[in-house]
């Protein structure tokens, strides 16, 4: 990993770390560790009064698990546990991939503080996450994305033929460094670069 820089300011964008993504609608996942550095991240961010944004998907498909209403709409409990009663943070809601399109106004909200920094956790790595990643990178901001503080799910090709999750995340890792949208790293790494910046 090259060097990291996290900025005093920089943001941490939790995406969608709802319970409906516990259920097996969504098939088999990789990285069992995700929940555990999300939680991590959070109380980093926490104990050192830095921004959190937390984005929750209300989807607007008829019997989506994550359909406002449902019970897999609601946060993962790790989320308000990590964040504790007194953490600020900012709630945005959206119906798309990108966290971009949500209320309130991401890129105001960020502009508005000089936020020049985001960095991306949650659920799905080579969904929200990435889209998300890839418009902050055209935006212009600095992206950060701990690849092991997320994670995905197989997925059927055009051609029938399932792509492994573990696939679909190291395709994304190559899709945001080759693509230059991102900075892929790892937990540990951002948790070391806190403590000693």
Same mark, same amino acid.
């Given at each position: 990993?090259?060097?990291?820089?996290?900025?005093?300011?920089?943001?941490?964008?939790?995406?969608?770390?709802?319970?409906?993504?516990?259920?097996?609608?969504?098939?088999?996942?990789?990285?069992?560790?995700?929940?555990?550095?999300?939680?991590?991240?959070?109380?980093?961010?926490?104990?050192?009064?830095?921004?959190?944004?937390?984005?929750?998907?209300?989807?607007?498909?008829?019997?989506?698990?994550?359909?406002?209403?449902?019970?897999?709409?609601?946060?993962?409990?790790?989320?308000?546990?990590?964040?504790?009663?007194?953490?600020?943070?900012?709630?945005?809601?959206?119906?798309?991939?990108?966290?971009?399109?949500?209320?309130?106004?991401?890129?105001?909200?960020?502009?508005?503080?000089?936020?020049?920094?985001?960095?991306?956790?949650?659920?799905?790595?080579?969904?929200?996450?990435?889209?998300?990643?890839?418009?902050?990178?055209?935006?212009?901001?600095?992206?950060?994305?701990?690849?092991?503080?997320?994670?995905?799910?197989?997925?059927? $090709?055009?051609?029938?033929? +399932? /792509?492994?999750?573990?696939? #679909?995340?190291? *395709?994304? %890792?190559?899709?945001?460094?080759? $693509?230059?949208?991102?900075? +892929? /790293?790892?937990?540990?790494? #951002?948790?070391? *670069?806190? %403590?000693?910046?």
């Amino acid at each position: 990993m090259s060097d990291i820089h996290i900025e005093h300011n920089a943001a941490l964008i939790v995406i969608d770390v709802q319970k409906a993504f516990e259920d097996a609608y969504w098939g088999r996942r990789d990285n069992p560790a995700a929940e555990e550095n999300i939680a991590a991240l959070i109380r980093e961010w926490g104990a050192r009064r830095r921004p959190v944004v937390v984005v929750r998907h209300d989807s607007r498909t008829p019997g989506s698990p994550l359909a406002p209403g449902q019970p897999g709409n609601e946060l993962k409990d790790l989320v308000g546990e990590a964040l504790g009663p007194d953490q600020e943070h900012l709630l945005v809601t959206k119906s798309v991939n990108s966290a971009f399109y949500g209320e309130p106004n991401l890129h105001e909200w960020l502009s508005d503080r000089e936020i020049g920094q985001i960095v991306i956790v949650g659920i799905q790595t080579n969904m929200c996450n990435e889209t998300t990643a890839r418009m902050g990178g055209n935006l212009g901001y600095r992206v950060l994305y701990p690849i092991d503080a997320m994670h995905t799910f197989d997925a059927i $090709g055009p051609d029938g033929e +399932v /792509v492994t999750a573990e696939e #679909l995340t190291r *395709a994304t %890792a190559a899709n945001l460094h080759h $693509g230059g949208f991102a900075q +892929v /790293v790892r937990t540990a790494d #951002l948790v070391n *670069a806190m %403590a000693t910046g």
